[in-house]
């Protein structure tokens, strides 16, 4: 009986770590999709849907290692990083983008944390969808993680941009504005795909 609970125990940890590592490959590889912008140092990318994604189907403790591991990889000098900014390795997370990065573990703990799967303790089938919660309360929570993630990841970001320009006026006007109409599509992508994914992921995790 303890082998066939130190096995379970064994695979179940398997699969979380092939689960960490495969979230932070889908944000490098998001990374790559780059659109510079004029007038700001930061550029358009698809990394922060993809932060938001893997904490939302991952959950806040392995989303959150996802993302520090991600962070190391770029540390470490791995080309999981924006290409379109001119720094490498250590010197991204202290650049003008260094804030959204920072603020990748914070997001990603967020979201997974608000998009937890609620069981009640009697389950309406008229009403419940596949996790076993109501679905219009559902979709709002996981749209209350979404934004929640977003602003975690903004609020990264201006801050360092704050810090390196002495302006925070500026600093909204170079990282936050131009990228309010993006993070309307995000959540309007986002919110139906975690919804209806996270249940059945968060179980096998």
Known sequence: MERVAFDVRRAAFGVR????????LVVAGAAQVSIPLPGT?????LQPMAVLLVGGLLGARLGALSMILYLAMGAAGLPVFTPTVPLVGIARLIGPTGGYLLAYPIAA????????????RLLDESKAGSGGEDIGRRWVRVALGV?????????????QLAILTGNLSAAARFGTVPFLLGDLLKIAVLVPVLARLTPAIRARL
């Open 17 to 24: 770590t092939i689960a960490v590592v495969l979230g932070a």
């Open 109 to 120: 703990y967020a979201v997974g944390w608000l998009t937890q799967p609620v069981v009640p």
């Open 147 to 159: 934004l929640a993630g977003l602003v975690l990841i903004h609020l990264g970001g201006l801050a």
């Open 41 to 45: 140092p930061v550029p358009m990318t």
